[in-house]
């Protein structure tokens, strides 16, 4: 199948941005001929490129050029048989350049217009032209059908399970906490939180993101790591690694990962945020009582067969190849 990926930017270590490696690097593995369009190239595309999948910055033919990360566009690429694609503006440039090209569009949030000013925000949905949305919780899905009337699938946050791989098991008492996040600093109080957790077991403090220390290797950071704290795909790309995951972020605290707090974390999709309305925020306290509680290797073993399940880019590649064929059919 010919593939085409859409995107905001292919440069930037974050969720959208990491979603689309992730699936480009799976669809590669199946033998997909895969391209990925994005006006912001540059750290992304430099990995897609070395998986052999095209990058450019315009789809227009008449347009097209050479950069450093792949030869121009030109007339006979434009006949791709799907395109998968996130973010408003996007879509819609990918569609007025390939109009007859079914579009799957992936809604990662819930914030579709600027609350102040009414701007249209980056993953409001698309409502002049047909896209099949997946949604990447419930709480997305949801309103997408009650503000919009839209239909979506559900498709959780995938991982590469190969990358991201589980091993060794947990010490008798945690040693090494670990931040991944993009959204807050060092200063922050919600990390200030995090800190009194991790004095309390006399424990190493450490922390990714861009504004700690923005890498790509996040899984080598992983490796020594006992206890993750973040939201989204930052903390479970600790719980793929087998590591004890905490839920906890700008949204709220939304506690350690179990197979019984999954039901409900997954709901808004391991945010923080309640279902209707904020959380909160846990004290360092509360959060101590939780780790004692649940850091084992029965625990985090139990999450990990989630993860196997509902979180695993093969089975999350095969979900959208299915939809994509429909679609041609």
């Known amino acids: 199948m010919k593939i085409l990926l859409g995107n905001n930017t292919l440069d930037i270590l974050a969720g959208s941005e990491t979603w689309m490696l992730t699936l480009a690097t799976e669809l590669r593995k199946l033998g997909h001929e895969v391209t990925a369009y994005s006006p912001q190239l540059g750290f992304i595309a430099t990995k897609l490129s070395a998986l052999g ?12 050029k050479s950069n450093k990360f792949c030869p121009a566009f030109n007339d006979d690429d434009d006949n791709f048989d799907v395109v998968i694609c996130a973010h408003y503006e996007i879509t819609n440039y990918i569609h007025q350049q390939l109009p007859d090209v079914p579009i799957i569009g992936v809604c990662h949030g819930i914030i579709h217009k600027n609350p102040e000013t009414g701007e249209i925000c980056p993953e409001h949905p698309i409502t002049d032209f047909k896209v099949n949305y997946i949604a990447v919780s419930e709480e997305v899905q949801g309103l997408l059908k009650e503000v919009y ?3 979506s699938v559900v498709i959780r946050n995938f991982y590469d399970l190969e990358r991201f791989k589980k091993e060794g098991k947990l010490p008798k008492v945690p040693k090494v906490f670990l931040v991944n996040s993009n959204y807050w600093g060092p200063q922050d109080p919600i990390n200030k939180i995090i800190k009194e957790v991790s004095t309390h077991y006399n424990a190493e403090f450490r922390g990714i ?9 996040v899984e080598e950071i992983l490796k020594d790591v006992d206890v ?4 989204g795909r930052s903390v479970f790309e600790g719980a793929c690694m087998g590591k004890l995951a905490v839920v906890h972020g700008r949204w709220g605290t939304g506690g350690v990962l179990t197979p019984e707090s999954y039901e409900n974390l997954k709901l808004t999709n391991f945010s923080g945020r309640a279902v209707k309305g904020e959380r909160g925020f846990m004290s360092a306290d509360d959060i101590i009582k939780d780790i004692d509680k649940y850091f084992n290797q029965k625990n985090v073993d139990a999450v990990y067969d989630i993860i196997k399940k509902d979180h695993n880019v093969k089975v999350a590649a095969k979900n959208i190849l299915e939809m994509a064929n429909k679609l041609i059919k």
């Open 228 to 231: 993750v704290f973040g939201m």
């Open 53 to 64: 999948v095209k990058c450019v910055d315009k789809l227009d033919p008449a347009g097209g």
């Open 149 to 151: 009337g839209f239909e």
């Open 209 to 217: 993101g861009a504004n700690f220390a923005p890498t790509y290797e």
